[in-house]
């Protein structure tokens, strides 16, 4: 739901018994008041206006939660396949390599290498291989972009990573 709908929501909800609280004082202190038929009307008017309102907000909300059961059960019919970023990014397994221990490498920052070795690569290019999310994948190539392992290129909205010579010597000592 949206942050906009709970809002509306709440706004119907408080105005709906600010209407009540109305009714309900001005029923008990009928002596000192009495309400016309205009102003009765006009209450009838926005009380049946609110709960029409609240009716479409529940209405939209059964059909989210009809949604997301059906996502739920396709998601628990295809499981992921975890398989296919063990094939793009290998792990390393040697750990002698002087340059890799002196910089502080992860296994998958080395499998990032690996990946862009292969070629120039976007960040989304690098994301959908290592199955991250997008901040994740940003921060790990930040960080092999600051330590000079990795060069990059400007295209637009996004950067195009290449492996620096740094980079290649960590990779040919792996």
Do not use: W
């Not at 509306?8 to 002596?31: D, N, R």
């Not at 396709?74 to 990014?89: A, F, M, Q, S, T």
């Amino acid at each position: 739901m949206d942050i906009i709908d709970f809002v509306i929501v709440a706004s119907l909800m408080l105005a709906t018994l600010t209407c009540y609280h109305i009714i309900i004082e001005l029923k008990f202190k009928k002596k000192e008041t009495t309400i016309s038929k205009d102003e009765y009307s006009l209450l009838k008017a926005i009380l049946t206006e609110f709960k029409h309102r609240i009716d479409e907000q529940n209405k939209k909300i059964s059909e989210l939660i009809v949604k997301v059961d059906l996502l739920e059960n396709k998601v628990g019919k295809y499981p992921v396949k975890r398989n296919l970023v063990e094939k793009e990014i290998p792990e390393t397994t040697q750990k002698g390599n002087e340059i890799e221990e002196n910089l502080g490498l992860s296994d998958i920052e080395i499998g990032i290498l690996r990946f862009i070795s292969t070629g120039p690569k976007s960040s989304k290019d690098v994301q959908n291989a290592i199955k991250k999310s997008r901040e994740h994948t940003a921060r790990l190539l930040k960080n092999l972009y600051s330590k000079n392992l990795l060069n990059r290129e400007s295209q637009g909205k996004f950067f195009v990573y290449s492996l620096s010579e740094q980079g290649r010597k960590v990779i040919a000592g792996s």
